[in-house]
T-cell receptor, first 111, second 117 residues
């Protein structure tokens, strides 16, 4: 079946460094992609989204890049902070359809 | 905070029992989606309700059922509980169709942790 997957299940970065979390998706019909952050004991929290007609979108300290040619999505976090430690999920959907989540990447920030 | 609330926060049931989980949507949202998240995995889509009607369903058996009420709050019911039903159950609200000032982004509640013994 169609799925969204991550290349790295765990990532450790030094505080202040930039983090890059990668994601591969398989449904070429997906037109909307979202990154979520999930802290222990909480529900997923929306970080940033991007539509398929874009290849880059920036937020506060975060940037999402979309490469439709190779079906790849990445989340870049600038100047990573201890509060960024969490599990990060990429998710894909076609408009108004179910959201498919990847398995998640655990980001650990080393003080 | 997303404005999406769920109750209860934790629940323990035994095999064969039935459970009802509740969700209140973010103000202004008309759509609720339910997800099951097993430990160490990403959320799996169960179903979505839009204006009180089921609007899509994932790969879950019929013993998983739901309701959406006129105020857009929602319930997830699971009958004949099995051990594998132990998970975090998440609801997410959104606005469909999205208007110019919004997206169809889903906002999640904190979840209900269900343990089946």
């Amino acid at each position: 079946g169609e799925s969204v997957g991550l290349h790295l299940p765990t990532l450790s970065v030094q505080e202040g460094d930039n983090s890059i979390i990668n994601c591969a998706y398989s449904n070429s019909a997906s037109d909307y992609f979202i990154w979520y952050k999930q802290e222990s004991g909480k529900g997923p929290q929306f970080i940033i989204d991007i539509r398929s007609n874009m290849d880059k979108r920036q937020g506060q300290r975060v940037t999402v890049l979309l490469n439709k040619t190779v079906k790849h999505l990445s989340l870049q976090i600038a100047a990573t902070q201890p509060g960024d430690s969490a599990v990060y999920f990429c998710a894909e959907t076609t408009s108004y359809d179910k959201v498919i989540f990847g398995p998640g990447t655990s980001l650990s920030v080393i003080p | 905070e997303t404005g999406v609330t769920q109750s209860p926060t934790h629940l323990i049931k035994t095999r064969g029992q039935q459970v009802t989980l509740r969700c209140s949507s973010q103000s202004g949202h008309n759509t609720v989606s339910w997800y099951q998240q097993a430990l160490g995995q990403g959320p799996q889509f169960i179903f979505q309700y839009y204006r009180e009607e089921e609007n899509g369903r994932g790969n879950f058996p019929p013993r998983f059922s739901g309701l959406q009420f006129p105020n857009y709050s929602s319930e997830l019911n699971v009958n004949a509980l099995e051990l594998d039903d132990s998970a975090l159950y998440l609801c997410a609200s959104s606005l469909l169709p999205p208007v110019a000032t919004s997206t169809d982004t889903q906002y999640f509640g904190p979840g209900t942790r269900l343990t089946v013994l």
